[in-house]
Structure formats: structure tokens, C-alpha cells
């Protein structure tokens, strides 16, 4: 298999809030929401992106966006570094990468009809004229499985599902290359979150796309993606090819959240053994020294309280990282 | 020897809207029996929540209404009720909690005076020895930190107040317990304890659980029998093994099959066409039908009964009845 130049090239990406208190709005702290993340995602592949609330997933696909403005690091889109690029370039850029957003009730806006909110993209960026532009809405609709009657209505009018295929369609719109879909599936029933997961293969074959999928339902990232990155408190702690992640997890907190996740089978033929974890998530305020995971990790050793272990290819771009695998 | 707790039998609860008439539970029918953990399954809007709520008196009237039917608990009849009896059965005969832990609690009291408040109710005891109670009732969920019932809400995490919950719901001892979504908005280690934690209770207690959720592994995992809603009606009655095992109703094959496996990939997932109808302008017949694969033509003009399939299985579709004679139906669950 040829190694596909990777579209998007992620480095060292961190994104710190600052927690600012007092009369003055002096700088108390900080949230290390996003804290050291590499990664890279191939043409035409899904790399999905799972954690628990608060680990910094969401903020790691704004981030790369320039949605929320990088701390540090380096992100790279067909070798072009976006860190550097100024508004209007930026502005440019992101024709060649949209956003598609969990909440389809807050993303869409309410004043205007399905119609004007697809057709807004190609009229930000200046494609065609405006009959053209109706041509190509209409067509949009039709892709994610609407009708051109739809086009009159508001998103009140609309369903949960249909709400997200119009958030799907907007994003289509200008033709990107690279999908940021940000649980996209999560605030939807069971029976239209996989009308909609079908939904974005399909398209992803159709137009060529190139996905970042980030949600929490381990059961859904597997499903679409190709490779899987577990993120844990602002750290992506493993990142591997989704069935040896889910077969052989190495980093033992992607052991524990598999072994978590309920089984929508009463006899499972095989009876996994369940870690159930104790405490809480530590908060990204005041992360624990060393690894991020060693407050909670069944397997701690003296080392992980102080070193930060470092996220390396332990074999065939299986990352991990966790002061266990080394030797 | 099984004994039922809960029996709600043909209960209909409706919403009566300037624009029309929500049949939010429509003839519904639905027994827990002691120390059993049932689950309510259902996509949103299918009245799951309403038949609940209706359990514990807290569906508002209006506009809700009950428009028939009977709701028995510990063989007493519920739809009746007037606030005070109310007020001696929730809290003490059946509790509920709720998906968000912190909506739920109140924000400007510390944790003991609202588990205080909650014992004071509905025992005979003065503060220090409710308090006693409060901490023993935090400690058996697994909180065990000092100074816990000094504490607010907004001090503790979000399966820190799950937990919380849990206690003020546990702490008198209530035969059952109403869990409505309960780790809906916790994350999945923490829903792993809450599960944990929740299993424990029923073994240790007795306390029955209604679990109303709409995630299937949950269910799996916790559930001795399984009720699936859809459009404010039971379509499919059966014990955990057999539910997932021989689903009978098109709704739930469908909706087993759509759901993504952890252990196993397919490449295309399932998905049941259309969506759920309006509650305002049911279809007529099986309200499943538009969305049926198999619809016939009886289905989209006569509205099928809870057909008893053998085994405890209850299923409300036409395709039964060629198999079974009409006699077979059980006069007791079938809509005529």
C-alpha cells in the first residue's frame, strides 16, 4: 500500500485558555484544553477522534479551522501552513474546509429558510450568480436527501435529521476537501443517526472528502472511521488503525473506555472483562503532573507522576502513549 | 414468586394543545414486578418520559390529562390522587431520577438539607438523626469524602451529583425506583460506575427499576425485561434475551439493526425510512406502517392489537395474527 501524502498535518497543536479573575481581569491561570497534539490524516480517509467530555476533542476540530486561534503548533493543509495565513487568505482557505456542528437546532439560523442557508457559502465566496446559485442549492438538497420544496421552509419546520442534512449540505456547498463533523450524530435518534452516518459515506465516495469525525459514541467513531485517535484531558493518548485500536488497545485508558462502553447484546459470546474506572476526570485547570491518566490508572507506576510519557509509534503507526510500552 | 409492583393497565394520557390533541400515551400497558429491572425503550417523542412522570404524579394538569386507563402501584390506584397522597408516595413507595443530575438539585441548599428535607417527609426523626441517615445514604453510593453534606451542587461533578441523586432517591427505601435516562449525560467510565452502582442497589435493596433509556446497551446490560414505545404506544413486550435475540416487531429488528456494534463492523448500517409521525396527526391503523417494510394493507386501515406471541412476548403487529387464530389474542392487552 502507497503511503498517501497526508492532506491535513498537525503539530504540537495546543490551545490554552486563559481563567482570568480578580478587579482586574489579571490572568489566574489557565485551561489547557488542547496540550501537545500530532497527528496527520491522509486523502480521502476518516480519522475519528474519541474522549470524554472536556478532553479538548472539539477544541482540537476548531483549532485546525482557526475557529479558536492556536496557541502553538503547527497545522498544515496540503503543506500550506494555516497558522500563517492572514484573514483574508484564511477566509479563502476555508472553502476547502467547512464545518459540520452537533447541535442541528443551534447551528442553523432561524430567520432564514433551508434555501438561503445552503446558498450562503457559495454567496460569501462569490460562486456564480444568483440563478446559479439556486441551481446549485437546489441540487445540494437533493444530494442529502431533501426535496426542492424544502427550500421555502425554516428549521423550525424540520426534523432533528433534517436539520443535520441541511447542516451537511451548507457544508458541501463550496465543494471542500476536508469535513469537520463535530458529533455530528449525537443529538439525533438511534434510527436517523444512521440514516445520517450512511448519509456522509455515501458523500464522502460521491465528492472525494476527506473527514475528521469527532464524537464520544465509541461504537459510532468505529463504524465510520478508518483510523481512531483517543484523546484523555487535552492529550491524545493512542491513535491507531480502528480494528487493531479495538482489538488491541495498548494505552490503558483506551482499555478502560472500551471495556466501559454497554453492549447492545445480553450473551455476549465473549465475556469481556469490565474496568470500571474510579474518580473523576482531573480538571484541565490543574491537569496531574507526569501522564495526564496516572490518577486514575489501574496500572501506575512511580515514573508516571512526574515524566510525561511520550506519544511515539510503538509499530505499523500504532501511537501510544503510556510508560508501560517502553522497554 | 413473582409479584407485580407496578401495573399500568390501558392508561392513556393526552395533552390537550390549542392546536390540537397530543395522544402522548396511548393505551399503554405495562407491569414491573418486585425487585425486577425493567427497561422502556423509545426513540424521542415516543412517551417514554410521559409514562413515567404519570407514575409519579408530575405530568402538569392541564394540559395533560388521563382520558382512561389505571395506573396501580403497590396495589393502589394512582390516577386518582390528589397533591397531599401524592406527596406520601413519591419519595417513599417510588422515587425517580432524572438524565440531568444538576437541573434536578437545587442549587442554593447544601446536599444534606436537601437529603434531609427528602427523609424529614416522610420519617419520624429529628435532624441530627436524619442527617446520620443522610450520610449513611451518601456513604452506600460510594461518597464517603467529609464534609459532603456541607457542600453545593455546583461543587461536584456530574456523576458525583448522579450519585447524589441516587441516594436521595434510595434513602427511603422505595420499592421502586423511575430512572429516566440516568447516564444519558454522563460520560462512558462514569457511566460504567453509575450502572455499576445502579445493579448493585436492585441486588442489595430489592428495589424494582424502571429504566427509561433509548440506548439498547444499556438495556442489555441492566435489564431483565424490555418494553419498546413508539408513537405513545408498547409495540414490543419481551425478556431481555429474547428481545435481542428474536425480535418480532418490524420497529425493533429495525432498530437493532441500525445501531452500530463495538464488536463487530458492518459496512453499511441499517437504517428504518422516514420518521416518527406528528403527534398531532397520527397515522391511521399501525402507526408504524408509512415507515414498515412489510405494511399490508390491514396495517395502514385498522390499528393492531398487543398480540401475545407465546414466552411473555407481546407484539403489536398484523404479521402475528395469520400464524395465531383470533382466540389466541389475550382479551386482557388487545385493542378491539
Given at each position: 500500500?502507497?503511503?498517501?501524502?497526508?492532506?491535513?498535518?498537525?503539530?504540537h497543536?495546543?490551545?490554552?485558555f486563559?481563567?482570568?479573575?480578580g478587579?482586574?481581569?489579571?490572568?489566574?491561570?489557565?485551561?489547557?484544553?488542547?496540550?501537545?497534539?500530532?497527528?496527520?490524516?491522509?486523502?480521502?480517509?476518516?480519522?475519528?477522534?474519541?474522549?470524554?467530555?472536556?478532553?479538548?476533542?472539539?477544541?482540537?476540530?476548531?483549532?485546525?479551522?482557526?475557529?479558536?486561534?492556536?496557541?502553538?503548533?503547527?497545522?498544515?493543509?496540503?503543506?500550506?501552513?494555516?497558522?500563517?495565513?492572514?484573514?483574508?487568505?484564511?477566509?479563502?482557505?476555508?472553502?476547502?474546509?467547512q464545518?459540520?456542528?452537533?447541535?442541528?437546532?443551534?447551528?442553523?439560523?432561524?430567520?432564514?429558510?433551508?434555501?438561503e442557508?445552503?446558498?450562503?457559502p457559495?454567496?460569501?465566496?462569490?460562486?456564480?450568480?444568483?440563478r446559479?446559485?439556486?441551481e446549485q442549492?437546489?441540487?445540494?438538497?437533493?444530494?442529502?436527501?431533501?426535496?426542492?420544496?424544502?427550500?421555502?421552509?425554516y428549521p423550525?419546520?424540520?426534523?432533528?435529521?433534517?436539520?443535520?442534512?441541511?447542516?451537511?449540505?451548507?457544508?458541501?456547498?463550496?465543494?471542500?476537501?476536508?469535513?469537520?463533523?463535530?458529533?455530528?450524530?449525537s443529538a439525533?435518534?438511534?434510527?436517523?443517526?444512521?440514516?445520517?452516518?450512511?448519509?456522509?459515506?455515501?458523500?464522502?465516495?460521491?465528492?472525494?472528502?476527506?473527514y475528521l469525525?469527532?464524537?464520544?459514541?465509541?461504537?459510532?467513531?468505529?463504524?465510520?472511521?478508518?483510523?481512531?485517535?483517543?484523546?484523555?484531558?487535552?492529550?491524545?493518548?493512542?491513535l491507531?488503525?480502528?480494528?487493531?485500536?479495538?482489538?488491541?488497545?495498548?494505552?490503558?485508558?483506551?482499555?478502560?473506555?472500551?471495556?466501559?462502553v454497554?453492549?447492545?447484546?445480553?450473551?455476549?459470546?465473549?465475556?469481556?472483562?469490565?474496568?470500571?474506572?474510579?474518580?473523576?476526570v482531573?480538571?484541565?485547570s490543574?491537569?496531574?503532573k507526569?501522564?495526564?491518566?496516572?490518577?486514575?490508572?489501574?496500572?501506575?507506576?512511580?515514573?508516571?507522576?512526574?515524566?510525561?510519557?511520550?506519544?511515539?509509534?510503538?509499530?505499523?503507526?500504532?501511537?501510544?502513549?503510556?510508560?508501560?510500552?517502553?522497554? | 414468586?413473582v409479584?407485580?409492583?407496578?401495573?399500568?393497565?390501558?392508561?392513556?394520557?393526552?395533552?390537550?394543545?390549542?392546536?390540537?390533541?397530543v395522544?402522548?400515551?396511548?393505551d399503554?400497558?405495562?407491569?414491573?414486578?418486585?425487585?425486577?429491572v425493567?427497561g422502556?425503550?423509545?426513540?424521542?417523542?415516543?412517551?417514554?418520559?410521559?409514562?413515567?412522570?404519570?407514575?409519579?404524579?408530575?405530568?402538569?394538569?392541564?394540559?395533560?390529562?388521563?382520558?382512561?386507563?389505571?395506573?396501580?402501584?403497590?396495589?393502589r390506584?394512582?390516577?386518582?390522587?390528589?397533591?397531599?397522597?401524592?406527596?406520601k408516595i413519591?419519595?417513599?413507595?417510588?422515587?425517580m431520577?432524572?438524565?440531568?443530575?444538576?437541573?434536578?438539585?437545587?442549587?442554593?441548599?447544601?446536599?444534606?438539607d436537601?437529603?434531609?428535607?427528602?427523609?424529614?417527609?416522610?420519617?419520624?426523626l429529628?435532624?441530627?438523626?436524619?442527617?446520620?441517615?443522610a450520610?449513611?445514604?451518601?456513604?452506600?453510593?460510594?461518597?464517603?469524602?467529609?464534609?459532603?453534606?456541607?457542600?453545593?451542587?455546583?461543587?461536584?461533578?456530574?456523576?458525583?451529583?448522579?450519585?447524589v441523586?441516587?441516594?436521595?432517591?434510595?434513602?427511603?427505601?422505595?420499592?421502586?425506583?423511575?430512572?429516566?435516562?440516568?447516564?444519558?449525560?454522563?460520560?462512558?467510565?462514569?457511566?460504567?460506575?453509575?450502572?455499576?452502582?445502579?445493579?448493585?442497589?436492585?441486588?442489595?435493596?430489592?428495589?424494582a427499576?424502571?429504566?427509561?433509556?433509548?440506548?439498547?446497551?444499556?438495556?442489555?446490560?441492566?435489564?431483565?425485561?424490555?418494553?419498546?414505545?413508539?408513537?405513545?404506544?408498547?409495540?414490543?413486550?419481551?425478556?431481555?434475551?429474547?428481545?435481542?435475540?428474536?425480535p418480532?416487531?418490524?420497529?425493533?429488528?429495525?432498530?437493532?439493526q441500525?445501531?452500530p456494534?463495538?464488536?463487530?463492523?458492518?459496512?453499511?448500517?441499517?437504517?428504518?425510512?422516514?420518521?416518527?409521525?406528528?403527534?398531532?396527526?397520527?397515522?391511521?391503523?399501525?402507526?408504524?406502517?408509512?415507515?414498515?417494510?412489510?405494511?399490508?394493507?390491514?396495517?395502514?386501515?385498522?390499528?393492531?392489537?398487543?398480540?401475545?406471541?407465546?414466552?411473555?412476548?407481546?407484539?403489536?403487529?398484523?404479521?402475528?395474527?395469520?400464524?395465531k387464530?383470533?382466540?389466541?389474542r389475550?382479551?386482557?392487552?388487545?385493542?378491539?
Open positions: 500500500m502507497t503511503q498517501p501524502q497526508p492532506l491535513l498535518e498537525v503539530e497543536l495546543k490551545k490554552f486563559p481563567i482570568r479573575g478587579v482586574f481581569g489579571k490572568k489566574m491561570g489557565e485551561v489547557k484544553a488542547v496540550d501537545d497534539v500530532t497527528f496527520s490524516i491522509r486523502k480521502g480517509e476518516t480519522l475519528g477522534i474519541v474522549g470524554e467530555s472536556g478532553c479538548g476533542k472539539s477544541t482540537t476540530g476548531r483549532a485546525i479551522l482557526r475557529l479558536e486561534e492556536p496557541t502553538s503548533g503547527k497545522v498544515r493543509f496540503e503543506g500550506r501552513e494555516l497558522t500563517a495565513l492572514k484573514g483574508e487568505e484564511m477566509r479563502k482557505m476555508r472553502r476547502e474546509m464545518m459540520v456542528f452537533q447541535d442541528p437546532f443551534a447551528s442553523l439560523n432561524p430567520r432564514k429558510t433551508a434555501g442557508i445552503i446558498a450562503e457559495l454567496k460569501v465566496h462569490g460562486i456564480g450568480d444568483a446559479k446559485r439556486k442549492m437546489k441540487e445540494l438538497l437533493q444530494v442529502v436527501g431533501l426535496d426542492s420544496f424544502h427550500a421555502g421552509r423550525h419546520q424540520f426534523s432533528g435529521g433534517q436539520r443535520q442534512r441541511i447542516g451537511i449540505a451548507r457544508a458541501l456547498a463550496v465543494r471542500p476537501k476536508l469535513i469537520v463533523a463535530d458529533e455530528p450524530v439525533l435518534d438511534v434510527s436517523i443517526q444512521s440514516q445520517v452516518l450512511n448519509l456522509m459515506e455515501d458523500l464522502q465516495e460521491r465528492f472525494d472528502l476527506t469525525f469527532i464524537a464520544h459514541d465509541l461504537s459510532v467513531v468505529r463504524h465510520i472511521s478508518d483510523r481512531v485517535g483517543v484523546m484523555y484531558l487535552g492529550r491524545m493518548v493512542e491507531t488503525d480502528r480494528d487493531r485500536l479495538y482489538e488491541n488497545p495498548l494505552h490503558p485508558y483506551t482499555q478502560a473506555l472500551l471495556s466501559a454497554p453492549v447492545p447484546d445480553p450473551e455476549p459470546e465473549v465475556r469481556r472483562e469490565r474496568i470500571i474506572l474510579s474518580g473523576d482531573p480538571s484541565p490543574h491537569p496531574p507526569g501522564c495526564a491518566f496516572h490518577t486514575r490508572c489501574p496500572h501506575v507506576m512511580d515514573i508516571c507522576r512526574d515524566v510525561r510519557p511520550e506519544f511515539k509509534d510503538h509499530g505499523d503507526g500504532h501511537f501510544a502513549a503510556c510508560h508501560l510500552l517502553d522497554p | 414468586m409479584r407485580p409492583l407496578l401495573e399500568i393497565s390501558r392508561f392513556k394520557m393526552y395533552f390537550h394543545t390549542d392546536k390540537g390533541v395522544k402522548a400515551v396511548d399503554v400497558d405495562l407491569t414491573v414486578n418486585e425487585g425486577e425493567v422502556l425503550v423509545g426513540e424521542s417523542g415516543c412517551g417514554k418520559s410521559v409514562t413515567s412522570l404519570s407514575v409519579m404524579g408530575l405530568v402538569p394538569r392541564p394540559p395533560g390529562r388521563v382520558e382512561g386507563g389505571s395506573i396501580r402501584l403497590a396495589d390506584e394512582l390516577t386518582h390522587l390528589k397533591g397531599r397522597e401524592w406527596r413519591r419519595g417513599n413507595v417510588v422515587s431520577i432524572f438524565q440531568e443530575p444538576m437541573t434536578s438539585l437545587n442549587p442554593v441548599f447544601t446536599i444534606g436537601q437529603i434531609v428535607e427528602a427523609i424529614r417527609q416522610h420519617r419520624k429529628d435532624k441530627k438523626a436524619a442527617r446520620r441517615l450520610a449513611d445514604s451518601l456513604q452506600e453510593v460510594g461518597i464517603s469524602r467529609k464534609g459532603i453534606l456541607e457542600e453545593y451542587p455546583h461543587q461536584l461533578s456530574g456523576g458525583m451529583r448522579q450519585r441523586m441516587i441516594a436521595m432517591a434510595m434513602v427511603c427505601r422505595p420499592k421502586l425506583l423511575i430512572a429516566d435516562e440516568p447516564t444519558t449525560a454522563l460520560d462512558v467510565t462514569i457511566q460504567a460506575q453509575i450502572l455499576d452502582l445502579m445493579r448493585r442497589l436492585n441486588r442489595e435493596t430489592g428495589t427499576i424502571l429504566m427509561i433509556t433509548h440506548d439498547l446497551g444499556v438495556v442489555a446490560e441492566m435489564c431483565d425485561r424490555v418494553v419498546v414505545m413508539y408513537a405513545g404506544q408498547v409495540v414490543e413486550e419481551a425478556d431481555v434475551n429474547t428481545l435481542f435475540n428474536q418480532r416487531h418490524p420497529y425493533t429488528q429495525g432498530l437493532l441500525s445501531i456494534r463495538l464488536g463487530q463492523r458492518a459496512e453499511r448500517l441499517y437504517s428504518i425510512p422516514g420518521n416518527v409521525p406528528n403527534p398531532k396527526q397520527m397515522p391511521t391503523g399501525c402507526r408504524f406502517a408509512p415507515r414498515c417494510e412489510y405494511a399490508m394493507n390491514i396495517c395502514r386501515t385498522e390499528e393492531p392489537g398487543l398480540f401475545a406471541i407465546g414466552d411473555g412476548q407481546n407484539s403489536r403487529c398484523w404479521l402475528h395474527v395469520d400464524k387464530e383470533e382466540a389466541d389475550d382479551p386482557t392487552t388487545t385493542t378491539s
